[in-house]
């Protein structure tokens, strides 16, 4: 009998520990079904392992482009500057439309739709009429000097890009009585790094500052799924950005520009929103920055040091492209983007095989017979999955591991997450992901358009 009692009760125990463990991956889960043009479905996920949490995501529709913009922000030396960047950047892409993809005659301040967004940083604040004149004089001056620009998506996401994190290091400056705006140069002295998906119709581009990464997941021919990088980290793992930085600056500072792996011996990401730091004259910090217990970096002898122009790259998306994962470099410690893609494939898979299969209006026979190999495939490979949504799974999958099965992942789960956020940065940072999954029958029927 006493036996049976402690059975029991370790059976009671190990279902609330998986409970908790479930509840808490789930807390910040979300998913919206999108379903207009190439977009199908979003799942996006966040664990903190910081507190406050430094990461932020959004995601939003330009009206005048029919544009969508998902991003992840991973915030460093505080949250202000990527929960700023994460709702103000986007007015700026929308700002910045080419004449040629226009098909609305929006207001500036009027030509996002919001689609989520972990911060509430797009609802008005003590910002908001700032940030509505400085995006009012920005569109001016971008139609104004149309001609100047090469016309091509790249170049106006990096003139945002840059226009963006100019204003928002204009605030911290001090004002025409000497008074700082001790919010403002907070949000400047703190710094993100942003992975951000511009899609409209099949036109995919991808503009990165940091260490976050953006992952495409393609479909073979045979059913397998390959990963595809649509951004390079700028760290001093990357060549071509150790020579960027070192060539802009004399030789002078061959020693000091860079060292132990970090800008000036202290920032990691060699490109990012923010820090200015790294970017204001020395005489400039000690008036706006010393006073509120930022210092200098040594060594800062020829500012600025770090950019804010993104690396972008452009890809046309096919039928064969299923979905892009997003996600901030506290999830790529843990998988590399095999391993995600294979996971959002499976997940994929064994969610499909649970429900009734309905061809929707204007699916040809082809398409049909296509759709339903795909799920042979999944009855045969995979089980439901314990998450519906697809970032949780892989959240789950990144700290609880891929291999032992449910047990062993569960304890791992239930060993990490009961550290709290705070005391968590010491093993993990925190991760944040984006799915978003694509719609085949459009990327399949849509006739070509311009880039």
């Not at 990461?55 to 991003?71: E, T």
């Not at 020579?243 to 000091?256: D, G, K, L, N």
Request: hydrophobic share 35%; with cysteine.
């Amino acid at each position: 009998m006493l036996k049976r009692r402690v059975f029991h009760e370790f059976r009671r125990h190990n279902r609330s520990s998986r409970w908790n463990a479930d509840a808490h991956l789930r807390a910040h889960e979300r998913s919206a079904n999108v379903e207009d043009d190439a977009i199908m479905r979003v799942d996006t996920c966040q664990l903190a392992a910081n507190n406050p949490i430094e990461d932020f995501y959004s995601a939003a529709k330009c009206l005048s482009s029919r544009a969508f913009l998902f991003g992840v922000f991973d915030g460093h030396g505080g949250q202000q500057c990527s929960r700023h960047i994460s709702t103000n950047l986007y007015p700026y892409l929308c700002a910045s439309v080419l004449k040629k993809h226009e098909i609305g005659n929006y207001p500036p301040d009027q030509r996002l739709e919001w689609l989520f967004s972990s911060s509430d940083g797009h609802l008005p604040n003590a910002f908001k009429s700032r940030e509505t004149r400085n995006i009012s004089e920005y569109h001016k001056e971008f139609k104004k000097n149309a001609n100047a620009y090469t016309g091509t998506v790249r170049e106006a996401l990096k003139l945002a890009f840059e226009t963006c994190d100019r204003d928002l290091g204009d605030n911290a400056l001090p004002n025409a009585k000497g008074v700082i705006d001790r919010h403002a140069a907070m949000v400047a002295a703190s710094g993100s790094c942003c992975t951000l998906a511009h899609i409209r119709s099949r036109h995919l581009h991808v503009a990165n500052l940091g260490d976050a990464a953006a992952v495409l997941g393609v479909v073979n021919p045979n059913g397998s799924v390959t990963a595809r990088q649509l951004s390079r980290a700028h760290c001093v793992d990357n060549a071509d950005e150790v020579h960027r930085i070192r060539i802009a600056h004399p030789a002078s500072e061959s020693q000091t520009v860079l060292r132990g792996g970090r800008l000036l011996g202290e920032l990691f990401p060699l490109r990012a929103f923010g820090d200015v730091r790294y970017k204001w004259p020395l005489d400039l910090q000690k008036v706006v920055l010393e006073p509120l217990g930022h210092p200098p970096p040594q060594h800062l002898y020829t500012p600025p040091y770090l950019s804010t122009s993104p690396e972008v790259f452009y890809h046309k998306l096919t039928p064969n492209d299923r979905f892009l994962v997003l996600a901030t470099d506290g999830l790529w410690e843990w998988l590399d983007p095999d391993t995600v893609v294979r996971l959002v494939h499976d997940h994929t898979l064994g969610t499909i095989t649970q429900q009734p299969y309905v061809p929707k209006s204007g699916t040809t026979l082809r398409q049909v017979r296509e759709q339903l190999k795909e799920r042979a495939k999944g009855e045969q490979r995979t089980k439901k999955p314990i998450d519906e949504n697809c970032a949780t799974h892989i959240i789950r999958h990144a700290l609880g591991g891929v291999s032992g099965g449910a047990t062993k992942q569960y304890e791992r789960l239930i060993d990490i997450l009961q550290v709290p956020p705070g005391r968590a940065r010491n093993y993990r940072d925190d991760i944040t992901v984006i799915v978003i999954h694509f719609n085949e029958t459009f990327l399949d029927g849509h006739e070509e358009d311009e880039e």
